[in-house]
Structures are given as structure tokens and as C-alpha cells.
């Protein structure tokens, strides 16, 4: 199995910055791509950012420019950098990753999300 850790949120001001981390462990063969969520109160889930295998990123337009996804392979985490936060960041921020297991099965994972808050 496959187990996806988020890590860093907090209550910042608009304009801070805050960096989350998601730590993959488990029966990992090879992760094919991993992503962050957000989900606002009350708002669908929608799509931040994702890295893949080769390193190719792609952002949702609300964030690009502001937000910045990289990886250490060696640990398996995963890290997104956000700055110039605005309220409208505020939301339940989840990790997704694609993954092959040991046993070569594909496994689609979530982590348990974590909250980021931007009020003054």
C-alpha cells in the first residue's frame, strides 16, 4: 500500500508565504506523477499543480507565477512552495500521486489534506 502525508499548513497573512510537504511511503516501485488539490469551504475540489516523472509541471492559472511544486526523489516528498497568498488561497490543500507499487499494481492515492488559511 501506498501512504501520502501532507505537512505545512497554517494560518498566514495575505502576501506570506507557506510551504507544504507530502511524503510518499509504502510499496513504491516508482511514482508517475504527483499533484495538489485544494478545496474551498463549500467549493468543489480543483486542480493546483502537478509534477511528473520527467519533471514536466503544469499549474492551474491561479497560481502560476505564485506557487512552485518540487521534489526530492531520494525521500520520496514532495514540496509546494506558495507565496503572494491571497484569501482566496484559503482552502483544504490535498496531495494526489500516481503510483506503481512493488507488486507492479497502479495505484491512484490521496493524502488526508491539510488546512491553509489566509486572513489578516
Known amino acids: 500500500q501506498v501512504q501520502l502525508v501532507e505537512s505545512g499548513g497554517g494560518l498566514v497573512q495575505p502576501g506570506g508565504s507557506l510551504r507544504l510537504s507530502c511524503a510518499a511511503s509504502?510499496?513504491?516501485?516508482?511514482?508517475?506523477?504527483v499533484g495538489w488539490y485544494r478545496q474551498g469551504l463549500g467549493k468543489q475540489r480543483e486542480f493546483v499543480v502537478q509534477?511528473?516523472?520527467?519533471?514536466?509541471?503544469n499549474y492551474a492559472g491561479s497560481v502560476k507565477g505564485r506557487f512552485t511544486i518540487s521534489r526530492d526523489n531520494a525521500k520520496n516528498t514532495y514540496y509546494l512552495q506558495m507565496n503572494s497568498l491571497k484569501p482566496e488561497d484559503t482552502a483544504v490543500y490535498y496531495c494526489?500521486?500516481?503510483?506503481?507499487?512493488?507488486?507492479?499494481?497502479?495505484?491512484?492515492?490521496w493524502g488526508q489534506g491539510t488546512q491553509v488559511t489566509v486572513s489578516s
Open positions: 494526489n500521486a500516481l503510483v506503481v507499487t512493488t507488486s507492479r499494481s497502479a495505484h491512484d492515492s
Open positions: 509504502g510499496s513504491i516501485f516508482r511514482i508517475d506523477a
Open positions: 509534477i511528473s516523472s520527467d519533471g514536466s509541471t
